[in-house]
T-cell receptor, first 116, second 110 residues
Framework: ETGVTQTPRHLVMGMTNKKSLKCEQH?????MYWYKQSAKKPLELMFVYSLEERVENNSVPSRFSPECPNSSHLFLHLHTLQPEDSALYLCASSPSSSGGNTGELFFGEGSRLTVL | DAKTTQPNSMESNEEEPVHLPCNHSTISGTDYIHWYRQLPSQGPEYVIH???SNVNNRMASLAIAEDRKSSTLILHRATLRDAAVYYC???????????FGAGTILRVKS
């Protein structure tokens, strides 16, 4: 139990569906992250939020839309995905995202997404 | 970001020490060296970090070369639960945006 909870753990969707992944952290952290882990590839950083403001967007296609309504919750809205978007999506949080922090991230267990 | 080089895989016997090496020859003077591991079917978890001095915690020890161009993660007595992918990650001085490489797959034999 890391204090970061992701739902759903597994999701199967068609290319025309709209779905959302949810992440919640109970650690009092100010920064939250989305990472993507495809088969046989390293983790890729997708988005970084600090105090509910997006501070990083690593050239992610617009079919992925993040939302951070408060510092405890992070969503990833999915629409018109492609089969190659099938992957494990990992959420993480840290005390802050900048300035003097040592960078310890706490990860959730991930949401396994399959796009048919 | 500093580039890292780690062995693709290593094997260890249970109850024996394991030394996982990492080369980071382009590390900047203010980068911390972090180690994370990812157990099967789980998200990565923090193991240890350091800047210049060797570090110990309940999970592992981190030995950092004097020139900081390499480091070694030491598991003192490997258990089957330590089988995982181990990532060595130098971090930028001003952020926590960790960039993961391929890591080292550690297999532990009983």
């Amino acid at each position: 139990e890391t204090g970061v909870t992701q739902t759903p753990r597994h999701l199967v969707m068609g290319m025309t569906n709209k779905k959302s992944l949810k992440c919640e952290q109970h650690l009092g952290h100010n920064a939250m992250y989305w990472y993507k882990q495809s088969a046989k590839k390293p983790l890729e950083l997708m988005f970084v939020y600090s105090l509910e403001e997006r501070v990083e967007n690593n050239s992610v296609p617009s079919r992925f839309s993040p939302e951070c309504p408060n510092s405890s919750h992070l969503f990833l809205h999915l629409h018109t995905l492609q089969p190659e978007d099938s992957a494990l999506y990992l959420c993480a949080s840290s005390p802050s995202s900048s300035g003097g922090n040592t960078g310890e991230l706490f990860f959730g267990e991930g949401s396994r997404l399959t796009v048919l | 970001d500093a580039k890292t080089t780690q062995p693709n895989s290593m094997e260890s016997n249970e109850e024996e020490p394991v030394h996982l090496p990492c080369n980071h020859s382009t590390i900047s003077g203010t980068d911390y060296i972090h180690w994370y591991r990812q157990l099967p079917s789980q998200g990565p978890e923090y193991v240890i970090h350091g800047l210049t001095s060797n570090v110990n915690n309940r999970m592992a020890s981190l030995a950092i070369a004097e020139d900081r161009k390499s480091s070694t993660l030491i598991l003192h007595r490997a258990t089957l639960r330590d089988a995982a992918v181990y990532y060595c990650i130098p971090t930028m001085e001003y952020g926590n945006k960790l960039v993961f490489g391929a890591g080292t797959i550690l297999r532990v034999k009983s």
